[in-house]
């Protein structure tokens, strides 16, 4: 099975700072890494898929990047509504497995 | 507009069964695979389960397999979880989810609790 691992696990942030969540593959997963954010009591929402892709409708101060083994997810300048939980998720085989999350709370 | 809506968790006794229901809208549901996602109280994400279009594929997490199935009905609209011999270590959220051909869940649903408990 391919561990995601995520860091950090938590971090706390001003709006308007830039904020960088790491993913690391245990084995190579191609492109195949797509990033959630997911807010208290609400389902898990896509942000970025293959790598670096946005998702319809999310704003452009989220990215994605990496390949291979090593991802990461930039937020360019946080915003009061980006304070949420982040997942990484790899779909390269089964079983598809998550990262551990990196909550991002306010300074 | 995309909707997926799921029904049937609740309190069930260790050893028991349930059957969760997720009925989708707003999309040709035979087109996609689908997910089933969890999230036990205060944890992270766990991938359950995966179905192909036409249900000849099936994909579990080992700590569930051989005690969940996952089945759909394409005439229906809607995706099925088959839960059996539950466990205390099974109680959460449960999410279906639309796999896009990206591979990311693009759509979910809004979850509903199982709860495994005497």
């Known amino acids: 099975d391919i561990q995601m691992t995520q860091s950090p696990s938590s971090v706390s942030a001003s709006v308007g700072d830039r904020v960088t969540i790491t993913c690391r593959a245990s084995?190579?997963?191609?492109?195949?890494l797509a990033w959630y954010q997911q807010k208290p009591g609400k389902a898990p929402n896509l942000l970025i898929y293959?790598?670096?892709n946005l998702q319809t409708g999310v704003p452009s101060r989220f990215s994605g990047s990496g390949s291979g083994t090593d991802f990461t997810l930039t937020i360019s300048s946080l915003q009061p509504e980006d304070f949420a939980t982040y997942y990484c998720?790899?779909?390269?085989?089964?079983?598809?497995?998550f990262g551990g999350g990196t909550k991002v709370q306010i300074k | 507009e995309v909707q997926l809506v799921e029904s049937g968790g609740g309190l069930v006794q260790p050893g028991g069964s349930l059957r969760l229901s997720c009925a989708v809208s707003?999309?040709?549901?035979?087109?996609?695979?689908m997910r089933w996602v969890r999230q036990a109280p205060g944890k992270g994400l766990e991938w359950v389960a995966s179905?192909?279009?036409?249900?000849?594929?099936?994909y579990y997490v080992d700590s569930v397999k051989g005690r969940f199935t996952a089945s759909r009905d394409n005439a229906k609209n809607t995706l099925y979880l088959q839960m059996g011999s539950l466990r205390a270590e099974d109680t959460a959220m449960y999410y279906c989810?639309?796999?896009?051909?990206?591979?990311?869940?693009?759509?979910w649903g809004q979850g509903t609790q199982v709860t495994v408990s005497s």
């Open positions: 989810a639309r796999v896009a051909s990206n591979r990311g869940s693009d759509f």
């Open positions: 707003g999309f040709t549901f035979s087109n996609y695979w």
């Open positions: 179905i192909k279009q036409d249900g000849s594929e099936k």
């Open positions: 084995q190579g997963i191609s492109k195949w």
């Open positions: 293959t790598t670096s």
């Open positions: 998720q790899q779909a390269n085989s089964f079983p598809v497995t």
